[in-house]
């Protein structure tokens, strides 16, 4: 059973109809007596880091997730929800995050080492170069194109996270992931058949 974490900030009918075409039907709370319940939970997000981060306190559900993660018991953010489970952001002045995979989210600078301009928000297609082919989490992907929107990326402190990124202006972490945690910056729920096929892999998902 699969529960999405509603705390105001996420796309939660396209998460929901995503996982409904694969065959599962997930539930959405914000109440964490209910997500308790769950076996796997989905961190969705759009939005800014400290706005989604004084959501979740608000419901109570900080020390939850991060309970919940030391359990070792499955969780994937996407999108704003992959950018939260990182140690802070720079995005409105400093917040902390979740903590629960070391690293910062900076905005994009707009321009390339050599000086040349780019736009910001990245939005739109970009191709993944997997790092960690043997995941569970990539299994049966190949490399592809999956769709971003965002203007903020994470700068991670330990490549052993880095599961897969891409390039845009500088290398942008794509998929993340440490023992039951796992995140993505683009949206799987919209990334055709890779993306589900990486949603598909969550729902099946043991943690390493």
Request: charged share 25%; with cysteine; hydrophobic share 35%.
């Amino acid at each position: 059973m699969i529960g999405i974490v509603d705390y105001g900030m996420g796309n939660l009918h396209s998460v929901t109809k995503a996982l409904e075409r694969i065959g599962v039907t997930p539930f959405i709370s914000e109440k964490k007596e209910e997500l308790e319940k769950a076996d796997r939970l989905i961190l969705p997000g759009v939005g800014s880091f400290r706005d989604g981060m004084d959501e979740l306190r608000k419901r109570d559900l900080i020390e939850f997730l991060q309970d919940w993660s030391m359990r070792g018991r499955s969780l994937l953010g996407i999108c704003l929800g992959m950018q939260l489970l990182f140690d802070e952001s720079e995005e409105n002045g400093l917040t902390k995050g979740l903590g629960l995979l070391p690293g910062n989210v900076r905005r994009f600078s707009g321009k390339t080492e050599d000086g040349k301009s780019y736009k910001v928000p990245h939005m739109g297609w970009n191709q993944l170069r997997l790092h960690q082919i043997d995941h569970p989490i990539l299994m049966n992907v190949s490399s592809g194109h999956v769709y971003f929107v965002h203007s903020y990326a994470v700068d991670v402190k330990d490549t052993d996270v880095l599961i897969a990124s891409t390039q845009y202006g500088q290398l942008v972490p794509a998929v993340v992931g440490s023992d039951s945690v796992w995140g993505t910056q683009f949206h799987p729920e919209k990334s055709s058949t890779l993306g589900m096929t990486m949603l598909h892999n969550f729902t099946k998902w043991k943690g390493m």
